[in-house]
T-cell receptor, first 113, second 116 residues
């Protein structure tokens, strides 16, 4: 079945450091891929998405490229800020998953000033 | 404000009791999804409704049920509550299933259920 695997946290970085959160997926066909962010005490917000191979999703300085050959969708940011501290979820949807989105287990990111 | 409204924000109840969680989707959205977020199991899909009809079912216990009303709001009913049902329950919405699948959902801020 379809699944998403993302790197376990917590991840702790200093402000202005480079961020990578790894995400790989298993799915039939051509899934859509997402990154969601959950700030403390809030619901999930869509951060970025990509719907086909080689697409790059980007938002708020974050980027992720849909790599079909490696079945990956790693999240990157060149210079993190304290305000980026949150939990990040990689997710996918595909025709075989009906209309539901399948989420990874989440990676908690903490940024030190 | 995402446009998806969930009430109540917090709920504390005893084992064996029954509770109802409510969700109003974003204006214009016909699909409603319920997810359970617990510390050890991440986000688990429970059930989806589209325009009043059940569309997809996930890992939803028999003690749990849901419905979507003609005004498109949805309720998740949890009965015979156990300590392990303590979790955050999220509602999300999309225009329809295909749109949500391609463009993602809009989530509410959740209901935190504590069973004591």
């Amino acid at each position: 079945g379809n699944s998403v695997t993302q790197m376990e946290g917590p991840v702790t970085l200093s402000e202005e450091a480079f961020l990578t959160i790894n995400c790989t997926y298993t799915a039939t066909g051509y899934p859509s891929l997402f990154w969601y962010v959950q700030y403390p005490g809030e619901g999930l917000q869509l951060l970025l998405k990509a719907t086909k191979a080689d697409d790059k999703g980007s938002n708020k300085g974050f980027e992720a490229t849909y790599r079909k050959e490696t079945t990956s969708f790693h999240l990157e940011k060149g210079s993190v800020q304290v305000s980026d501290s949150a939990v990040y979820f990689c997710a996918l949807s595909s025709y075989s998953s009906a209309s539901k989105i399948i989420f990874g287990s989440g990676t908690r990111l903490s940024i030190r000033p | 404000d995402s446009g998806v409204t969930q009430t109540p924000k917090h709920l504390i109840t005893a084992t064996g009791q029954r509770v109802t969680l409510r969700c109003s989707p974003r204006s214009g959205d016909l699909s409603v999804y319920w997810y359970q977020q617990s510390l050890d199991q991440g986000l688990q899909f429970l059930i989806q409704y589209y325009n009043g009809e059940e569309r997809a079912k996930g890992n939803i216990l028999e003690r749990f049920s849901a419905q979507q009303f003609p005004d498109l709001h949805s309720e998740l009913n949890l009965s015979s509550l156990e300590l392990g049902d303590s979790a955050l329950y999220f509602c999300a919405s999309s225009v329809d299933g295909e749109t949500g699948k391609n463009y993602g959902y809009t989530f509410g801020s959740g209901t935190r259920l504590t069973v004591v």
